[in-house]
């Protein structure tokens, strides 16, 4: 067999193989399938050999394109399931004042904060190849830390003609570049300034973006910012269950900045996840673990925001709950583009392992996403989304911090990193 690209010679090949059907949980987030002296191959977009180098290369004879992994470890991509992307202007003077002690809600609660990020948004949508432009920018850079799929949320509208204007950007970004996206509508993101004291009416125009956010194709999942001075559970089954007749699928912000029963909220309408969970019960928990609700937490957030509360993630693993992480790229809480960042800190804040946290970032992350069959791991048939790191041993990718350790990016059978 000819193949048109092969790795050969990892120093470890971390397939994250061993996931049966849903995303792993307990002992199985400790389990990498690494492959020592390992190699991959692929044809077109598909990877269609995996194992030691000897092996692989007992079938393929030659190959158009050849990367040497000496000394070198080899990854899935990784999956970023929580972002909010497509946005205008940032919020540099805010973390100065997280500096000197105001919290999030204290910001937003003074017209800051989200609200002043959906005024930026709404202006800049008045020229949209600009602001798809910018995201573009984004884009490049999280495929240059490694990242081969995405998930992009809207919220940064709130208004009709703004919601779609960001989900018609997003369907753009899925067209134009390489890395993988899955659009989430997030129009019960907060009630805009204007509704503020017509929260019924909100709710009332949120259902009917549902249907056209449905008819027109536009969005995968819906999704709800349950906590205080956003939407209340009730209010968010009235939307979520509505997005779940329209055929969306569910996931929810919850727990946050306070428990208000949001994770049991999204287990019962069966969200494929829950995102957060800084605060949450151990009903919370027991039932997202009978539900295999993926739990994804954010560790840039309270990092960013300074709060020194982090999602219980040992328990959250002790209770059978399935975990995966993701940036929750964003202009408020969490400004970073990079899962290896995101990986660091899970490892030194949530005490989570190295090979939890890479099948978290890879593996769970695309279940988060309904992607679990495609990619999040090295495996004959899917996608050839694959990172050669710089670095011998998986151990060392959490231990190297505020640096990216990629040296090359496969996406769908191409090399796409360096450019």
């Known amino acids: 067999m000819i193949a048109d690209v092969l790795i050969k010679n990892a120093s470890e090949l971390v397939t994250v193989r061993g996931a049966r059907g849903g995303p792993k949980t307990k002992q199985g987030m400790q389990d990498l399938g690494i492959i020592r002296n390992g ?20 079938t393929i004879k030659q190959a158009r394109t050849v990367i040497d ?24 003077d805010e973390f100065i004042q997280k500096i000197e002690g105001r919290s999030y809600l204290e910001i937003m609660q003074r017209n800051g904060g989200l609200f002043s990020t959906v005024e930026k948004t709404r202006e800049a949508l008045a020229f949209p190849r600009a602001l798809m432009k910018r995201a573009q920018a984004f884009l490049d850079k999280m ?18 003609e703004s919601e779609f204007g960001l989900l018609n950007i997003i369907a753009g970004l899925k067209e134009s570049q390489p890395v993988d996206i ?21 709710i009332q125009l949120v259902l009917g973006m549902l249907e056209r956010v449905k008819a027109e194709g536009l969005a995968e999942y819906c999704d709800v910012f349950v ?9 968010a089954r009235t939307i979520l269950e509505q997005a779940k007749k ?18 049991e909220l999204g287990a019962e309408l069966g969200a494929v996840s829950i995102d957060h969970l800084d605060y949450i019960s151990e009903r919370g928990m027991e039932l997202m ?28 693993i002790e209770a059978g709950v399935p975990i995966a992480l993701a940036t929750d790229f964003n202009p408020g809480s969490c400004p970073t583009l990079s899962m ?18 890479i099948n978290a970032a890879t593996i769970n992350a695309a279940y988060a996403l309904d992607r679990g069959d495609k990619v999040g791991s090295i495996e004959v048939g899917k996608k050839a989304d694959i990172i050669v790191l710089d670095i011998p041993r998986h151990q060392q990718l959490p231990y190297w911090f505020g640096v990216n350790t990629v040296a090359k990016v496969v996406k769908n059978g191409v090399i796409t990193y360096p450019p």
Request: charged content about 20%; proline content about 4%.
């Open 246 to 263: 329209q055929g969306l699928k569910l996931k929810l912000h919850a727990g946050e900045f306070n428990d208000i029963g949001g994770a």
């Open 39 to 58: 190699a991959v191959a692929i044809e077109g977009a598909e990877i269609v050999a995996v194992g030691d180098t000897d092996e692989v290369l007992a």
């Open 182 to 202: 899955v659009s989430t509508f997030l129009g019960a993101h907060a009630f805009p300034k204007e509704y503020k004291e017509r929260k019924a009416d909100y």
């Open 143 to 160: 495929l240059a830390f490694g990242t081969t799929t995405a998930e992009i949320k809207t919220g940064y509208g709130l208004s009709t």
């Open 340 to 357: 290896q960042m995101i990986i660091a800190l899970a490892c030194r804040q949530l005490k989570m392992t190295p090979a939890e946290a």
């Open 289 to 316: 673990a009978e539900k295999k609700t993926v739990g994804v937490l954010l560790p840039g957030v309270p990092f960013h925001l300074m709060t020194n509360k982090y999602a219980p993630a040992r328990k959250l």
């Open 227 to 235: 906590e205080v001075g956003a939407f209340s559970p009730s209010e």
């Open 69 to 92: 992994a000496t000394d070198r470890t080899v990854l899935p991509g990784f999956v970023d399931c929580h972002t909010h992307l497509v946005f205008g202007g940032s919020r540099e």
